[in-house]
């Protein structure tokens, strides 16, 4: 089955309602504060934030190699100051490298959006590995 980029595999909410939670908690809200603005359960937040943190080393370093791939010159970032602050900064470098490479193909995208393209829906699916490696135009 194939999953529009706007969706996650397991998960019922959009990629950029995922996104968004991932951005508020790397700025240091908690997830009751999260849920709160986003208008979700906290438990389900919760689970968001717990999962991509579990998974940060790997997205990191995903996120990162495929921004490499993409951009001769990638605007790499700096560290963020935690886990799940240096994946969302990962994720927003591979992003702006599509956009470098594809234009207009890529700037359409959110950089969720590009990070459920590049794992196949499987951002924050349990027990998958992470494979960010392809370079070719995935929409």
């Not at 700096?78 to 602050?85: Q, T, V």
């Amino acid at each position: 089955m194939l999953l529009p980029v706007r969706c996650l595999l397991r998960r019922a909410d959009a990629v950029g309602v995922i996104g968004q939670a991932l951005v508020l908690a790397a700025a240091g809200h908690g997830h009751r504060m999260v849920a709160e603005q986003l208008g979700r359960p906290a438990a389900t937040v919760r689970g968001w934030l717990r999962r991509a943190a579990g998974r940060a080393g790997p997205l990191r370093s995903a996120f990162t190699a495929l921004a490499c791939g993409l951009d001769p010159d990638p605007l790499l970032p700096a560290p963020a100051g935690s886990d799940l602050a240096d994946v969302v900064a990962a994720v927003v470098a591979a992003a702006v490298a599509a956009a470098r490479r594809w234009g207009p193909a890529a700037a359409g995208l959110s950089p969720w959006e590009l990070a459920s393209a590049v794992t196949m829906g499987a951002l924050l699916a349990p027990g998958m590995s992470v494979e960010a490696a392809s370079t070719s135009c995935l929409w």
